[in-house]
C-alpha cells in the first residue's frame, strides 16, 4: 500500500481524514450493538468496490484489497472477521460506511443521541467531500 504521503489532492487528504473523523464514531456503536446481532448483514455481495471506490482509493494513495469475491455472494462478507471488518474504513466500498441496519438505526439515537447527531454531521461532511472529488475527477 502506498503512503500517504503520496497523495497530492488536497481534497483527497480531506476525504481521507473525514473518513478517519468518522470511523471511530460508528465503531463505538458497531461495538455495542453488532455483536448481539443473530444474522450478519454484511455480506459478501456489498464486500466488492464501486468504480467511484477505486476512483477515491486512488486519489487517497491507497490501494485495492486483493481479495476475491466469494462464489455465495449472500455469504458473510470477504472482509469479515472476529472483530468485525478487516480492512480500514478509508478503502472498504463505500457502502458500507453508509450501511447501517434497523437495529443499528433504532438504537444509535436512543443510546446516544448526541453522539448520533455528531455522527449524522460527520457522514454528510464526508458524502459533501466525496461528491466534491468525485466531480473534479
Do not use: N
Amino acid at each position: 500500500m502506498r503512503s500517504s504521503s503520496a497523495v497530492k489532492d488536497p481534497a483527497a487528504l480531506e476525504l481521507k481524514a473525514a473518513f478517519e473523523a468518522v470511523s471511530p464514531m460508528i465503531e463505538d456503536f458497531t461495538a455495542t450493538i453488532c455483536p448481539t446481532c443473530e444474522r450478519v448483514c454484511c455480506i459478501d455481495r456489498h464486500g466488492t468496490h464501486e468504480k467511484a471506490d477505486l476512483l477515491f482509493l486512488e486519489a487517497m494513495g491507497e490501494t485495492l484489497p486483493g481479495d476475491a469475491p466469494k462464489a455465495d455472494d449472500t455469504e458473510p462478507c470477504r472482509h469479515l472477521g472476529p472483530k468485525g471488518c478487516t480492512i480500514a474504513r478509508r478503502t472498504r466500498p463505500y457502502r458500507c460506511t453508509w450501511y447501517f441496519c434497523s437495529a443499528l438505526l433504532e438504537r444509535m439515537p436512543a443510546e446516544d443521541p448526541r453522539g448520533y447527531r455528531k455522527l449524522v454531521a460527520a457522514l454528510e461532511r464526508l458524502g459533501a467531500l466525496r461528491q466534491r472529488l468525485l466531480e473534479h475527477h
